[in-house]
């Protein structure tokens, strides 16, 4: 079978974004059922306090996570822009590199996330009964990182390339894999938490073999010995990418975790009704993130072949797509809401009649204002593709700003439920952001 590199700088663009969005959408599908299959089998057959150990964790894995994003979406801007120009041997010298330093930041990362999961779940005050699940379950994702750092690297240098087909196979294969697996582990062998934590690393095992199987097949991406030297100039380029996207996704992780301490200050229920709306959050926004690296590729790829006029069209028109999907998901949300969250709560009645009060209410918040945050992943993703992630950064700064001082001070107006709304202060505070920069970059290039 062949991969399926496309070229977005000729064609209509509302067509090619959506064209090239809709695998990824499926593929983040099938990426968030493996997530909720792991919150349901835990939620279900573990109890509320394994799902508030798993939610009281969440925002440490995702730091670990969002940088590992970041390096290598940022590494993919520069893939995407070569391609676009048509400079096969750059293009080549850009994967090797990126191959050498994704590893070798790979294990720093295991290192610091083994030397400091403890220490900072512990400052984030989580309640000593969940501590050690916590613990154990951080344990097992941060020794799996280089697998991780594989799959995410192999996944952006298809992407760049125009080919979205190709990882929603290895999620579709990779989901299967871990939702036999979570049953397996944790309800066959009784592993707990440890076995939902080991079923997601080695379905990632299984999608980086199927990524990098294909990428073989890729005839001009035949890397010699001397693409894997590192260059100094290169290098420098690469990380000027990489390192503010990462820098980005680490600033909001720890507004996160800041608002996981509030969190963790209302008891294991509320722990447990914010974790379950939570595992839905990527159900909530997996059209946008897939619209974000849709334009990733569609930006760097026609600014690499000077084609800044469609850069301009390519944004209205996924502008437009998004407002509608972000509006239809919200009514998916808001009317079967309580079907999907009931999949994670059990329980006596009384707790579970809690902890769906505490869930949907935050669900019902997010949907609505969810247009916000598809505004927030476009132009931000746009600003990438255009190869400035500076600005995106600041934007990420605006998010923890908002955040920050939303989850402080709300709930002192409103009660516990202020803390609902720090996320959307925070999506707010980065469109602000990410829509002046926009403009500003927008209007410093010139159609040819």
Sequence with gaps: MAVHVKNMTTGKPGKLILAFSLSLVA???????????????????????????????????????????????GFGIRMAQEFGANRTD??????????????????????????????VLTLLQTPQ????????????????????????????????????RTPLNAMIVASVTNIVLDYLFVLGFGWGIAGAAA????????????????????????????????????????????????????????GGMIVQFVVNGYGVIFIAGFTATNKLYGLLEIAGTSYGYAMVTYVGQNLGA???????????????????????????????????????????????????????????????CLPILYVLHVTRSALQGMGNTILPMMSGVAEFVMRTLSVIFLPLLLGEVGIFFAEIAAWLGADVVLVISYFYVMSRIRPK
């Design 90 to 119: 750059d293009l080549k010298k850009s994967v090797g590199s990126a191959a050498v330093l994704s590893m070798l930041s790979a294990f720093v990362l295991v290192a610091a996330g083994q030397l400091f999961a403890r220490p």
């Design 306 to 368: 000077g084609r800044h006029d469609r850069i301009k069209s390519g944004m209205r028109a996924a502008m437009g797509i998004a407002m509608a999907t972000s509006a239809f998901i919200a009514v998916c949300m808001l009317v079967f809401g309580k079907y999907l969250l009931g999949l994670f709560i059990s329980g006596t009645p009384e707790v579970v009649e809690q902890t769906m009060r505490i869930a949907y209410f935050y669900l019902a918040v997010m949907s609505v």
């Design 129 to 164: 009964e969940i501590l050690p699940y916590s613990v154990l379950y951080l344990r097992i994702m941060f020794a799996g990182v280089p697998v991780v750092m594989l799959y995410n690297l192999l996944a952006c240098i298809l992407r760049s390339l125009g080919d979205s």
């Design 199 to 254: 079923a997601t690393l080695i379905a990632q095992a299984v999608s980086s073999v199927f990524c990098f199987f294909y990428i073989k097949r890729i005839t001009f991406l035949k890397l010699a010995r001397t693409d894997f030297q590192l260059q100094r100039n290169l290098t420098a380029r690469l990380f000027m990418l990489g390192l503010p996207m990462a820098f980005q996704n680490g600033i909001i992780a720890i």
């Design 27 to 73: 593929g983040n599908v099938f990426q968030q059922l493996y997530t909720v299959v792991d919150t349901m089998v835990v939620g279900k057959y573990l109890g509320v306090s394994a799902l508030a150990a798993l939610g009281a964790s969440d925002w440490l894995n995702w730091l670990m996570l969002g940088v590992i994003q970041g390096l290598t979406q």
